[in-house]
C-alpha cells in the first residue's frame, strides 16, 4: 500500500516540518518501487570503478581549487585560509575530522561551509574509471539495462507534471519544494550564491536567473556581459581577472536553512544536456572543509554525460577520493534530453545508491569511504544545491552552445524512514 497525497496539501516551515497530509491509501502499481531497502539492480554505468580512486583538483592550481566564497569580494588563498566550518561541530583547520553525529531527521543550522570548487573525476586521473570498450578496469558482469525513451516512465515523458506525491512504504516526506508559487524561489528553503565561485566557470550567478513558472523551477542561463565589480587590473585571481562576465546563470542552496541525515531524496528535472552546460543537484556536509565534508553528487551533467559520484577527503588537502560513474547521453536515446527525469538517493549508515529512472546508476559502501582519521563524512547532514555552471574546468566550450539555456525542476522531495 501506498500513502497517496496531494501537494497542495504540503506547508513546511525550515524551522518546523509541519505536514498536513490529506491522504488516502490506495493500491498504485505504476510507481517507483517502494521497499525500504535500495533496489539492487544492474548499475546503469558505460563507466565506474572497481574501487574508489583518489584525484586532485583540476590543474592542481590553488587558482583553480580556492576556496569558493558566499562573498564575490572573496579572494583568499585556499594555501593558507582554511574553510568555514558549521557552528554547531567544528573541526580542525585541517578538515579531516569529522566526528559522529547521530541520525536526525530535517532541521536547519545556523552556519555552513560554502560549496566547494568542483573537480570532478573526470577532470582528474581516474585509472579504475573508464569508458565500456576502454582499457580500464570497469566490471563487464553484465549488461546495463538500456534506459531508452521506451523504458521511461510515462509520468517523466515531456512537460507533464505529476499531481500526487507518492510517499514509499516504510517512509514519510520530511520535506518538499513543489514549486507550486510562480516568481522568486522560496526563501524560507532556498539562498543563493553571487558573483564568480569556483572552476574558473564562465557565469555569473545572480539571483534573477531563478524563477518559478508554472509549477517549474526554471534556472536559466543566459548570454549577456555585466560588468565584474570586483575586477582588478593585472591580477592573476581569475575572479578578478574578468572585467566583464559574458554569462549569468543562478545557484541555489539550503545550506543554513534545511539539511538532513538520511533518507530517500528525489529530483524530477529536465535538464540542457548540449555542449557547455554544467547542470547539477548535489549535497555537501554541514562540517568540515570540502572535501572531508563529503560530496554526493547525485545528478551532474557536462560533455555528453550523466554522472553520479560520492567524494570524501585524503591525506592531501583538497584532493578527493571518488566513487563515481558515467553514462553517455547518447546512448539512451535521440530524446532523452527533450524529457524530464527522474534522479534519486537512497542513504542510509551503510551505503548510498544513486539512480536514474530507477535505475541504479551508482552503490557506495560508506565504510570505502572514510577519511584519513577513519571517519565517515557521510555519517552527518547535508545540504543540497542546484546550479547551472557554463563552461569552465568541465563543461566545455560555449561557442557553439545557443541561449538562453533552461535547467527545469519540477520538484525536489525527501522521504525519511519511519
Known sequence: MRSVCSRAAIHLSPWVAVIALACSA??????????????????????????????????????????????????????????????????????????????????????????????????????????????????????PRPLDAGSVPSDLEGDSSPSEIVVPDGYQLVWSDEFDVDGAPNSENWNFEHGFVRNEEDQWYQQDNATVEDGILVIEGRKERIPNPNYKAGSSDWKTSRQYAEYTSSSLTTSGMQTWQFGRFEMRARIPARAGMWPAWWTLGVSGEWPANGEIDIMEYYQGKVLANVACGTSTRWQAKWDSATKAVSSLGDDWAQDFHLWRMDWDDKQIVLYLDDVEMNRTQLEDMQNPDGKSPFLQKQYMILNLALGGNNGGDLGQSTFPARYEIDYVRVFQKL
Open 26 to 143: 490506495h493500491e498504485d502499481d505504476s510507481m517507483a518501487p517502494t521497499s525500504e531497502q535500495p533496489v539492487a539492480s544492474t548499475p546503469l554505468t558505460d563507466s565506474a570503478t572497481t574501487g574508489s580512486t583518489s584525484a586532485s583538483p583540476v590543474g592542481a592550481s590553488p587558482s583553480v581549487t580556492s576556496k569558493p566564497s558566499l562573498d564575490p569580494d572573496s579572494t583568499s588563498d585556499p594555501a593558507t585560509e582554511p574553510r568555514p566550518t558549521s557552528n554547531l561541530n567544528p573541526t580542525p583547520p585541517s578538515g579531516n575530522s569529522q566526528g559522529s553525529a547521530t541520525a536526525q531527521t530535517s532541521s536547519a543550522v545556523t552556519s555552513a561551509p560554502a560549496p566547494p570548487p568542483r573537480p570532478t573525476p573526470s577532470s582528474t586521473s581516474e585509472p579504475n574509471s573508464t569508458e565500456v570498450g576502454g582499457a580500464g578496469n570497469a566490471p563487464a558482469a553484465t549488461e
